[in-house]
């Protein structure tokens, strides 16, 4: 029973499509969010979620708009994407925010392929 | 300046020999620092978390930090070809956030 599942694992498309990643953890924890690993494996924040509200948004072009539901879900929806947005993404959650634990437990990763 | 800086390696280890993994993070206000391992294709994972000064062991993992170098080290002991994998080093800041280091990635040679 996966905890953190993503869908979908791969997609490949074309410069100026739209696509959709979306995100669903089952441990109850309140915060979600959405790194973006490039090809040299720099781990970056994209967004984060707690409660479905927004509380960390990184300078990300507005063409990435995030989306919470509710609490367990958090997708991605990507708008005319680019070249630049090959990459994979990671959906993780944590419990109050990770500060005392640490422990961010992550998706399987989404690989985007941008042609 | 990065906000946390790793070595990106490859760091060539021989079995059984011991790998250490260096990390400087630029934010003095950091509170909580962590160690995840990623396998080749998969997701990182958390190995270890250190909160104070000084080291902490867990197997053959040995986490050390010291706050006022602004510096956090993993060792791994007897190294073995599982422990091949990328090394990322992720710091909780005054930022209130995760950042992560580039990774270190560690070969281990039979």
């Known amino acids: 029973d996966t905890a953190v599942s993503q869908t979908p694992k791969y997609l490949v498309t074309q410069m100026g499509n739209d696509k959709s990643i979306k995100c669903e953890q089952n441990?109850?924890?309140?915060?979600m969010y959405w790194y973006k690993q490039d090809s040299k494996k720099f781990l970056k924040i994209m967004f984060s979620?707690?409660?479905?509200?927004?509380?960390i948004n990184e300078t990300v072009p507005n063409r990435f708009s995030p989306k919470s539901p509710d609490k367990a879900h958090l997708n991605l929806h990507i708008n005319s994407l680019e070249l630049g947005d090959s990459a994979v993404y990671f959906c993780?959650?944590?419990?109050?925010?990770?500060?005392?634990?640490?422990?961010?437990?992550f998706g399987e990763g989404s690989r985007l392929t941008v042609l | 300046q990065k906000e946390v800086e790793q070595n990106s390696g490859p760091l060539s280890v021989p079995e059984g020999a011991i790998a250490s993994l260096n990390c400087t993070y630029s934010?003095?206000?950091?509170?909580?620092f962590f160690w995840y391992r990623q396998y080749s294709g998969k997701s990182p994972e958390l190995i270890m978390f250190?909160?104070?000064?000084g080291d902490k062991e867990d197997g053959r993992f040995t986490a050390q930090l010291n706050k006022a170098s602004q510096y956090v080290s993993l060792l791994i002991r007897d190294s073995q070809p599982s422990d091949s994998a990328t090394y990322l080093c992720?710091?909780?800041?005054?930022?209130?956030?995760?950042?992560f280091g580039a990774g270190t990635q560690v070969v281990v040679t039979p």
């Open positions: 993780a959650s944590s419990q109050d925010g990770g500060a005392n634990t640490g422990e961010l437990f």
């Open positions: 441990l109850g924890h309140d915060t």
């Open positions: 979620y707690n409660n479905k509200e927004l509380i």
């Open positions: 934010d003095r206000g950091s509170q909580s």
């Open positions: 250190i909160y104070s000064n």
């Open positions: 992720a710091v909780w800041g005054s930022w209130g956030k995760f950042q």
